[in-house]
């Protein structure tokens, strides 16, 4: 059971990124996917999580309308998207993606839901 997170990098204010993460080792199309983002001293916050069927998403306030989650669930692909937008200094963090087998979405945005977890991506955002 792994995941892999890429596409981070250093970027400046108001351009966009997109981060993928790359699952392996199990039935990814079961499980509510979603990103989790830790700043430095800070702690880790909810950003956005999908549905298994990609039919239902819940973002946080503070990056709805910039950014986007998807997934692709085929079965060559089992991969989950972070199309990033408009950024911002503050969305400086590395990024992490995460499975969780919490189906109601009220309980999406608390990471001791989910149970695997990548080793993350730095996103960097300069103004």
């Known amino acids: 059971v792994q995941l892999v997170e890429s596409g981070g990098g250093l970027v400046q204010a108001g351009t966009s990124l997109r981060l993928s993460c790359v699952a392996s080792?199990?039935?990814?199309?079961?499980?509510?996917m979603g990103w989790f983002r830790q700043a430095p001293g800070k702690e880790r916050e909810f950003v956005a999580a999908?549905?298994?069927?990609?039919?239902?998403?819940?973002?946080a306030d503070s990056v709805k309308g910039r950014f986007t989650i998807s997934r692709d669930n085929t079965r060559n692909t089992s991969a989950v998207f972070l199309q990033m937008n408009g950024l911002k200094p503050e969305d400086t963090a590395a990024y992490y993606c995460?499975?969780?087998?919490?189906?109601?979405?009220?309980?999406?945005?608390?990471?001791?839901?989910?149970?695997?977890w990548g080793q993350g991506t730095q996103v960097t955002v300069s103004s």
């Open positions: 080792g199990w039935t990814f199309s079961s499980y509510v």
């Open positions: 995460a499975a969780s087998t919490y189906f109601s979405y009220t309980q999406w945005t608390d990471p001791g839901r989910y149970a695997v």
């Open positions: 999908v549905s298994w069927s990609a039919a239902h998403t819940v973002y």
